[in-house]
């Protein structure tokens, strides 16, 4: 008897939260058992400077609950609205940590503006970076690697057998694009990321990084590249110059993310938090000014 033909579709679930309407993902073989955790978030109260851990506790329970077994900690880009949980959860369970290569020109640009000399810029911080076409597996799916810049300078999309995770590129049809303008964001360079994502397979189901809930409807992360195709407003009827047009007034009119700057120097560090100074206690940074003239929140 021939053996069947291995499952190729990845189970998807996503976690939701909502303190910064970020969607994480657990996405596993149902043949092997073999997981990646895709963008997780440690939580940040800004207003007492707390971390906790419940979103990541949360996928870690349900790896446990289903038995799975965690090969890869995958983060798309460096994410300016949130913390990174990569480095509790490869505390946790060992798996190797993941990025896009690109990540080095976002950690010279915002060494920078940190005024951060330590920091290390090749990279060093996650196990892989991974380039355009690069391909790996979990458990009998195979994954490759788009670039994807636009967002940032090292987003990529990550595609699991039929499913693509698009983070900050394509939101819900309803919710348009990602914001182009933070340092290092290009909105044309998204345009031409878009292109490569909306040429997959049409079947292919894309899963997005954040749903900001228009008109306050329960939030959703699933859609299709028919869907895109057909009723995103900055997709459908659009061409180049366009989108250019229209991304560029919107993010002209969006105050810089509450977290940005508290974000970053973690998150270019993999995840990590600063090391603590001599009194045991870590801190954060802050340029003053330093990223220009922005509109006030
Ligand atoms: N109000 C949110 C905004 C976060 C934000 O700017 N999100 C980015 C993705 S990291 C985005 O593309 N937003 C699109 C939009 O707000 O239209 C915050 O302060 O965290
Ligand atoms: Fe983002």
């Known amino acids: 008897m021939p053996s069947p033909a291995p499952l190729r579709q990845p189970r998807v679930k996503g976690f939701f939260d909502p303190r910064t309407f970020s969607v994480q993902y657990v996405v596993s073989d149902p043949a092997t058992g073999q997981c990646a955790i895709i963008d997780p978030v440690l939580d ?63 950690q010279r640009l915002w060494q920078a503006i940190y005024h951060w000399p330590e920091l290390k810029t090749d990279g060093s911080q996650w196990h892989r970076l991974f380039a355009e076409g690069e391909r790996f597996r979990i458990g009998t799916l195979d994954a490759h690697i788009l670039f994807s810049p636009g967002h940032t300078l090292a ?24 914001r182009a303008d933070f340092p290092g964001g290009s909105a044309g360079l998204l345009w031409d990321s878009l292109q490569e994502i909306l040429a997959l397979p049409e079947e292919t189901r894309l899963f997005t990084g954040h749903d900001y809930q228009p008109g306050g409807r329960a939030p959703l992360w699933e859609s299709t590249i028919g869907d895109q195709k057909a009723r995103n407003g900055h997709i459908a009827g659009i061409d180049r110059e366009a989108f250019i047009a229209l991304r560029e007034a919107r993010d002209r009119t969006l105050p810089m993310p509450k977290l940005i700057l508290h974000a970053l120097q973690v998150n270019i560090a993999g995840g990590r938090l600063p090391e603590p100074e001599s009194n045991g206690q870590r801190y954060l940074k802050f340029p003053i000014g330093a990223l220009g003239d922005v509109r006030w929140g």
Not at 86 to 104: N, S
Not at 155 to 178: N, R
């Open 44 to 106: 940040f109260d800004e207003k007492s400077g707390s971390v906790a851990t419940a979103n990541a506790d949360a996928l870690l329970a349900y790896v446990a609950q289903e038995r799975l077994a965690v090969a890869w900690i995958l983060d798309t880009h460096p994410h300016a609205d949130h913390f990174s949980a990569a480095q509790y959860l490869r505390e946790k369970t060992g798996a190797p940590t993941a990025i896009g290569a690109q990540v080095v020109e976002v």
């Open 155 to 178: 987003s990529i999309t990550y595609v699991i057998g039929d499913a693509a995770f698009v983070h900050d590129t394509l939101f819900m049809p309803d919710s348009g694009t990602a």
